[in-house]
Structure formats: C-alpha cells, structure tokens
C-alpha cells in the first residue's frame, strides 16, 4: 500500500512526501542526500515496505519537490519537521534515517521539538558535521589547501551534468562509489544524480561547503548509529569516527569495507538490515512516548 502528500513547509516550500506500507506497522523516516531523491532509497522502501511504514521524501529542490531559494541547514531541519508532523500522529516514534545530506539534516534537527517527539532512534549513513571540502578525496592530491581548494570548486560547480554516458558514469563511480559496485548500481546512481536540477545543486553544495553541525551532534541525546563505508571518498572514514566519538548516545557503528558513498544502493542489504535491527531495539521495542492532554 503506497500513497503520496504535498507537505508544506516553511516560506511555502513544497514537499513530496512518500508513504509505504501499512498505516498501523512501526514507522521508517528516510532523508536522502545531495541530488538524490526519493528513488535513492528503492531498495530499502521495496523490502521494509513489506512489515514497516516507510516515509520518503524530496529534499527541497530535489526529485518532485519544487525548488525554494531558501536552503540553509535551518530549512533541512524545517523540511523534516514539516515532514515528521504530517506523517506521524500525535506521540508517535519512529527510526529516522539520513544520508549524507539526509544525516546533516538530523543533525540540524537535533533539538527541534517535532524531532524529539517523533525520532526514537536514528541511522546516521555516510555523512558528516562539517569539513566537508577539506576531507574529502575525490581529488588525487595531498590534503591541503589546493586540494580544499579544487574539491569545492568542483562540488559547487554550476555547470550542468548534460546526459548519462559512459564517461559520466565513471567519473561518478571514482568520486561517489567504491571500485566493486556493479555496473547496475552505478547506472541507478548516475541517473538519480544527473535528474538533479542544477540550481538545487549549485545552492545546496554551497550549503554543504561551509557546513557546521557539530553542535548538532552534541545534541543527538536519543539513541544514534553511524553507518559507512571504507571507501568512500566525499565523507571519508574520519567523520564517521569523528561522529562516534562526538555522539551522546551512540547505538553503534557500521563499517562496510570496499563500499563508496553511496551506502544504501551500493550495499542495500547491510543498510536494510541495519534499519530493522534499530527499528527492533527502539521502535518497537521501546516503551511509547505519550503526552499529556494540553501539553
């Protein structure tokens, strides 16, 4: 059973909302990333649709959400909330996950009140708080300043993509995905990527070049597990251990060797998996949240 909503949020921004599964089985809410979309997460709605309510949605700007000229880690906080109060009834917890940009927006939100009514628990997938330009090895060069330099130049491109052809699809193999993924996995990517409008993804990598959540991270009080893998080049390793060692209240990490960034289409079974393991241990297995009448 599937069904979509337009969600409102804040400035009037318009939000394409996804919601499968059955009404009464435990919630999944999931954030994909810098051009993604909903469409990132197929493999994860396609299996835990079948004992779970999974809720998808567009980052603003990105898949069937309209572009909004506002994008700041304050709207993705803002989005999620809209997201959150319009799927999920009053008290209602659920397993929020995010990747990459999806996690900073977990991040942002880690001390709004529709947030901490609603997450239980949270999946944290190939991301990070901040530095993001200066860690990341998409560029084969020493760190430093011309490798800062030349990676946020190249991330915060406003040239467009132009089609999917097999030259693009390498080169979106090399920065986004590890050296094993199938010729399959790398094809869904690169169309998911290139079908990002280009405004929204000039606007969100500046976004994304100055990001700095780590006051976010310390407010992660509710149960958090990090996810990523080895391989990947535009979050690399260090911010995962870096998160472990900033969050209040880690559930764990997840290494997944010889992976990229693009962890739940490169890997699908081990994320899922992943999922239904914290849903087990803080949706459905925690005590329920409930509110008193007027609060």
Known sequence: MSRTLEVTSTGGARLHVEVHGAEDAPPVVLSHGWTCSTAFWAAQIEELARDHRVIAYDQRGHGRSPYSPAC??????????????????????????????????????????????????????????????????????RAGRARTWLTGHILGSSLPLGPVTPMAKKILKYATMGPGSAPHMVDACARIVHACPRAARYAWGAVLAGLDLDHGVGRLTLPTAVLHGTADRLTPPVH?????????????????????????????????????????TYVTGSIPVRLEEGA
């Open 72 to 141: 700041s880690t304050d709207a993705l906080a803002d989005d999620l909330e809209a997201v959150l109060a319009a799927t999920l009834a009053r008290g209602e917890r659920a397993l929020v996950v995010g990747h990459s940009m999806g996690g900073m927006t977990i991040m942002a939100a880690a001390s709004r009140p529709r947030f901490q009514e609603h997450a239980a628990a949270a999946l944290l997938c190939s991301t990070g708080s901040g530095r993001l330009t200066a860690e990341a090895r998409v560029v084969p060069l």
């Open 240 to 280: 995962a251990r870096a998160l472990v060692a900033a969050l209040p209240n880690c559930a764990g990490l997840t290494e997944l060797t010889g992976v990229g960034h693009m962890t739940p289409v490169e890997a699908p079974e081990a994320v899922t998996g992943r999922i239904r393991e914290l849903v087990t």
